[in-house]
């Protein structure tokens, strides 16, 4: 299997068709949702991210921000 295009020792699990990128579940999200995507109504990312399943990039960046302060202050 194909691996995560950031996490080499990760599986791709979700495949983005418009950036053409594995990505893990750490990494799944829609990267420009709120640009139009020609492959948006086929895009699982972006299905699972409406029903929950997945955090959005968004959500990512907030809590990555969070983990990196936390780091700061301890
Ligand atoms: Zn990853």
Same mark, same amino acid.
């Given at each position: ?5 950031? $996490?080499?020792?990760?599986?791709? %699990?979700?495949?983005?068709? &418009?950036? /053409? ?17 020609? $492959?948006?109504?086929?895009?699982? %990312?972006?299905?699972?991210? &409406?029903? /929950? ?22």
């Amino acid at each position: 299997m194909d691996k995560c295009y950031r $996490h080499p020792d990760r599986p791709g %699990i979700y495949f983005c068709q &418009k950036d /053409g990128n594995r990505m893990c579940e750490e990494c799944a999200c829609c990267h420009s949702p709120n640009i139009y995507c020609q $492959h948006r109504s086929a895009c699982v %990312i972006n299905m699972l991210t &409406k029903q /929950g399943e997945l955090t959005s990039c968004a959500e990512k960046l907030i809590e990555e921000r969070q983990k990196h302060d936390e780091k700061i202050s301890v």
